[in-house]
């Protein structure tokens, strides 16, 4: 028997982590659950980011880090869909490509995860804190210089084990990925945005696939959700406008409450002497347009300075 375009299993590419395999076996779950019949294989592959973990992001040129050879398996027909950490997509997409549903957002906040302390508050004076992103780092040093900051790479729980590796006081991560991986327990406090300020897109998935693959395109309706979609469209503009990588401290984080969005972004210098922060709203159907119009107020307030000074220099060193 001929095995045909619908009825062969649906291939998801994802990273090899422990948090990327979470995420694409619960698109697995939902596709199964939906489409009964049907066959969901992982293509599980390594990526440039996961093959870099002695050098800071910031160092590398952070963009495509964790998405190129995924992308790559959509384009060469080794998968139909790539299942992604939406805050490693970079805002220009590969030609064939599309981002087509995004699924419910977790919880977009920073986690503390802390040795003997309950908050960022009550960390010691001097307190080795470790961190992979220059946006919590900027955040943190701005609420308290006296920190000292730890760059650390590697999976989730590699980052968690770093605090007795290197005798760190804590470190700080995504919330939502601690959620996901069944370590909410370790959180000690869900850090406020108006302290850290998430990335772009924190928490919520990117759900890729071939432009003309309209059976894949139909199969993934299902996790479409508007309120994300929205959200996130409006946060990716920003950064889109920002044209901003890993080597600048930038965030944002938008929501939506019926048919408005209001969103707050940050550009900051990455000793966090400086944080230029604004907020903007408006229809939700001009999501992308509430997005770029705050970057540009907040370029004109000082972002453009701070980040042409981070480039010109080739990032932190």
């Not at 980011?49 to 027909?77: H, N, Y």
Request: net charge neutral; with cysteine; proline share 5%.
């Amino acid at each position: 028997m001929t095995t045909t375009r619908s009825d062969r299993p649906l291939r998801i590419a994802t990273r090899k982590s422990a948090l990327a395999l979470w995420q694409a076996n619960f698109i697995k779950a939902g596709l199964e659950q939906a489409h009964p019949g049907l066959v969901v294989e992982l293509v599980p592959l390594m990526t440039t980011g996961d093959k870099i973990l002695d050098v800071p992001l910031a160092k590398v040129g952070g963009k495509g880090l964790f998405t190129k050879e995924i992308e790559q398996a959509l384009i060469d027909g080794r998968a139909d869909l790539a299942v992604h950490s939406m805050k490693d997509v970079p805002t220009q997409r590969a030609p064939g490509l599309m981002l087509a549903g995004t699924g419910v957002r977790e919880d977009v906040r920073d986690a503390l995860v802390a040795r003997s302390v309950k908050n960022v508050d009550q960390l010691p004076l001097g307190a080795r804190v470790g961190t992979s992103s220059l946006r919590r780092q900027a955040q943190l040093l701005h609420l308290r210089p006296d920190l000292q900051i730890v760059s650390i790479r590697g999976n989730v729980q590699t980052r968690m084990n770093k605090i007795q590796e290197l005798d760190l006081e804590a470190v700080v991560l995504a919330a939502a990925g601690l959620r996901r991986l069944g370590f909410e327990g370790r959180i000690t406090q869900y850090i406020p945005p108006a302290i850290s300020l998430p990335a772009i897109a924190q928490g919520s998935l990117a759900l890729e696939v071939r432009v003309d693959d309209a059976l894949t395109l139909e199969r993934i309706a299902i996790f479409r959700h508007e309120p994300t979609e929205i959200a996130v469209a409006a946060e990716r503009a920003f950064l889109a406008r920002l044209e901003g990588g890993c080597q600048v401290p930038i965030a944002g984080l938008a929501l939506v409450e019926g048919d408005r969005v209001a969103m707050e972004g940050l550009v900051g210098s990455i000793d966090g002497k400086v944080l230029i922060r604004d907020r903007g709203e408006g229809p939700a159907a001009d999501a992308e347009r509430v997005g770029r119009e705050l970057a540009e107020r907040i370029l004109d307030a000082g972002g453009r300075a701070i980040l042409a000074e981070v480039y010109q220099s080739g990032g932190p060193r």
